[in-house]
């Protein structure tokens, strides 16, 4: 026998969720299916966890600094990870337990715990149970990737996720991979206090970024002794006496790195490969990514992919923007579209990296004639009052148009202050809305119209 349904929902991440509410609102009846956490990546082991740890690191990190601020602290400042575990396991446990109290609240929404796997296009099995549905919504998310590295079968290492479950501290964590992951975990760790080495194939670390980013960010690292390793073209994993050894074949210095843990943070994966998307005929890239079209169908009638799975975006905005453009096509008659949105997403280091729009690497391919501006945070007030003055705000318009192309303010509340500008491009109104605004002072805001005076054409 097999259950009939106005929709089925496979995943409970960001997307997940807030579509079965709209379904249920709307007095369909609904199934959502979830194997593991509720919450997903985002809840369990990805932002909220590593930002609640990010905090105790920010916390530690001024309580040594103490002097600078007019007070002292009796002793060294020790962080006990396993209370630092036990907060951050609360703040996740709670949100997670939000959704699956939010969800078994619904009415006509069927919740189930388990593995989902396509019979048919409209066929989905979990459990030994069969459901039925014209409409399916795939938002199972993304894992973290293991590299064919030599020798990593023959070590322990971890990921983002059992790095939640670890409750001592790394005498020297070595990480491999110095992206977005990789570089928070370094700060944290380091914070807390291991010995951390960023291991990084490429010649930069977040090798996304402009240049003058990505260096930037490495000093503030290399300032709290966190060893940058770049160019290891060659990493491989091998245990040595008790330890692990991270070969590197860098460039200089010696070619191998002894840690005592190593990280692996070199990207992640869809979890698509167990879903049994060949019985359903669901396309897939090579890489395992859903294949959708700007409104997030899948090339199969009545399936629709969301968030990391669909390789069209891998943050929590992104997936929960999935999440909007669908219902909102479905339940608004609104013809919400993928490429309307806009590229922004935040580095969650201290201090942070907001960024919006296209890179300078961007812009110069683009050909556009531009005009850009940098502002060093050491000339900001409300910096200095924090004694936060690393960073800089990096913004580029059009010469033409005189619209916002892109930036990045890498800085004290740099992940709050980038809005300004991202709101002012969905609008499409010109910079000079902006540098004719009047903002808050002190705020790290109110340099942006004083930045935005000073533009100059692009270099
Ligand atoms: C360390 C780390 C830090 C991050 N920090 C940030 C950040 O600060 N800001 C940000 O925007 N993004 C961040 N991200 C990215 C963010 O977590 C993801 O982009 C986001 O969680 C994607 O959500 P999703 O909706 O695609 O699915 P996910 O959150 O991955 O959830 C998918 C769910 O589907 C379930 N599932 C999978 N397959 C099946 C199946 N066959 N049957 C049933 N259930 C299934 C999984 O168990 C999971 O619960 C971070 C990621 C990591 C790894």
Request: charged content about 25%; overall charge negative.
């Amino acid at each position: 026998m097999s259950q009939h349904l106005d929709a089925i929902i496979i995943g409970t991440g960001q997307a997940g969720p807030s579509l079965a509410e709209r379904f249920s609102a709307a007095g369909m009846a609904v199934a959502i299916i979830e194997r593991h956490k509720f919450g997903g990546t985002c809840l369990n082991t990805g932002c909220t966890p590593t930002k609640t740890m990010v905090a105790s690191a920010y916390a530690a990190h001024v309580a040594r600094r103490g002097a600078e601020f007019g007070f002292d602290v009796k002793g060294d400042v020790r962080v006990d990870i396993k209370r630092v575990k036990a907060r951050k396991d609360d703040v996740s446990g709670q949100w997670s337990r939000g959704v699956e109290e939010r969800l078994r609240g619904l009415r006509n929404c069927t919740v189930i715990r388990g593995q989902a796997r396509f019979e048919s296009p409209h066929t989905v099995v979990v459990n030994d149970e069969v459901l039925e549905a014209d409409k399916i919504y795939i938002n199972v998310g993304g894992r973290a990737w293991v590299p064919a590295i030599p020798g990593i079968h023959d070590v322990p290492f971890f990921n983002n996720s059992s790095m939640m479950d670890i409750d001592f501290l790394p005498e020297h964590l070595v990480i491999v991979g110095g992206g977005y992951v990789g570089l928070e975990f370094a700060q944290m760790y380091r914070r807390f206090g291991s010995e951390v080495t960023i291991v990084e194939m490429g010649p930069h670390l977040i090798g996304r970024e402009d240049e003058d980013v990505s260096q930037a960010v490495r000093e503030i690292l290399e300032a709290e002794e966190i060893r940058v390793r770049p160019d290891a073209k060659c990493i491989s994993l091998a245990k040595r006496e008790g330890q692990i050894s991270v070969g590197v074949e860098c460039k200089e210095g010696p070619p191998e790195v002894i840690g005592t843990h190593v990280l692996v943070a070199v990207g992640r994966t869809p979890n698509t490969s167990d879903l049994g998307l060949d019985r359903a005929g669901v396309m897939t890239n090579q890489r395992g990514y859903i294949t959708v079209d700007d409104q997030l169908k899948t090339n199969v009638p009545g399936i629709w992919a969301l968030g990391d799975c669909n390789g069209r975006g891998a943050f929590t905005h992104t997936s929960y923007n999935d999440y909007q453009i669908v219902a909102d096509n479905l339940f608004n008659a609104d013809h919400r579209r993928v490429s309307d949105r806009i590229q922004a997403y935040a580095l969650y280091t201290d201090p942070p990296l907001g960024r919006c729009g296209m890179t300078d690497a961007e812009i110069r391919k683009s050909g556009r004639a531009a005009l850009a501006t940098k502002y060093p945070m050491s000339g900001v007030s409300r910096a200095v009052e924090k004694s936060e003055i690393q960073g800089f705000i990096k913004i580029a318009v059009d010469a033409e148009t005189k619209q916002i192309l892109g930036a990045a303010i890498l800085g004290t509340g740099g992940d709050e202050v980038v809005h300004v500008l991202l709101d002012i491009m969905y609008a499409k109104a010109p910079y000079t809305v902006v540098q004719r605004a009047m903002h808050l002072h002190p705020t790290v805001a109110e340099y942006l119209p004083t930045s935005l005076s000073q533009l100059e054409p692009f270099a």
